[in-house]
């Protein structure tokens, strides 16, 4: 019986098979578009959906007037979430993954700020950079954050790198009912900048008592993908995260992406006695 496939998935299933088994190295580079044309009778629209396939699955990055190269896909870390979370913007401890041993790093450091070692001085270096607009709720933030849509919040965008790679975006919106003319209105400014939603939330007297997450997962824009050095339309993890205070109010609400094959989540889940 025929292979039943689309030629173009034939195309990227061999490909990928060759990556898994090592027959292409991280870094080689993939067959030509004439060459894979020649060895399977195949048109330029046919190879060329083939490649985005593998660059979708972040198998392959595409260099500019270079070629096509194998990526590396091993996991540089994981993002340990609980409730014992560090308080600072991140609200995750990293644990970077070396040379098959494992090493925590507790809390973020900003930009010029030293940082603990850990074994062999592998411990990683965690910086940011975040940028804060008051801006009008969009439908969706609204119902989030249950106001009307249009009221003003204070979105902040962050940009997070581990010992210099790219690690994940966050956006967070915060309503200005709660923050205006507080010393916590622009999270990375003040008393309390670089902390957390909770203990920057404390310093007003508001105390949150929980958050939920959501975990899905959705392709990379042009704009992320430069950000998270991956292709355009490969797989992210998407975390929407809402924080609610003791009265069930929700306070912040924030959106984070991440490289699926770079970075796991990890969450620790306590059962009672």
């Given amino acids: 019986m025929g292979d039943a496939r689309p030629v173009y998935q034939r195309i990227a299933d061999d490909l990928r098979q060759q990556i898994d088994e090592g027959t ?76 098959g041993r494992e090493h925590a790093h507790g809390h973020g450091h900003g930009p010029g700020e030293g940082h603990q070692e850990g074994p062999a001085g592998e411990q990683p270096d965690l910086i940011w950079e975040a940028t804060s607009t008051a801006v009008a709720a969009p439908p969706e933030i609204a119902a989030r954050l249950g106001v009307g849509v249009g009221e003003p919040l204070m979105c902040t965008q962050y940009e997070y790198l581990a010992d210099r790679r790219p690690l994940q975006l966050a956006t967070s919106w915060e309503p200005l009912a709660l923050t205006k003319g507080t010393d916590v209105l622009h999270p990375e400014r003040g008393p309390y900048a670089r902390r957390g939603v909770r203990g920057r939330f404390a310093a007003i007297g508001i105390r949150i008592v929980r958050a939920i997450e959501t975990v899905a997962s959705r392709p990379a824009t042009g704009a992320e993908a430069d950000a998270l050095g991956c292709s355009p339309g490969q797989c992210l993890t998407a975390v929407q995260r809402t924080h609610y205070d003791e009265h069930d109010r929700a306070v912040e609400t924030s959106d984070t992406v991440l490289r699926g094959d770079r970075w796991r989540l990890e969450y620790a889940i306590g059962f009672g006695g």
């Fill in 24 to 99: 292409l190295a991280v870094g080689a580079r993939i067959p030509s578009r004439a060459e894979l044309k020649r060895t399977y009778t195949a048109s330029d629209q046919t190879v060329d959906r083939a490649v985005r396939v593998l660059k979708a699955a972040g198998y392959a990055t595409g260099q500019f007037g270079r070629g096509v190269f194998v990526s590396d896909r091993e996991p540089l870390g994981v993002l340990l979430r609980s409730t014992g979370a560090v308080d600072s913007p991140l609200a995750a401890r990293i644990q970077i993954l070396s040379g």
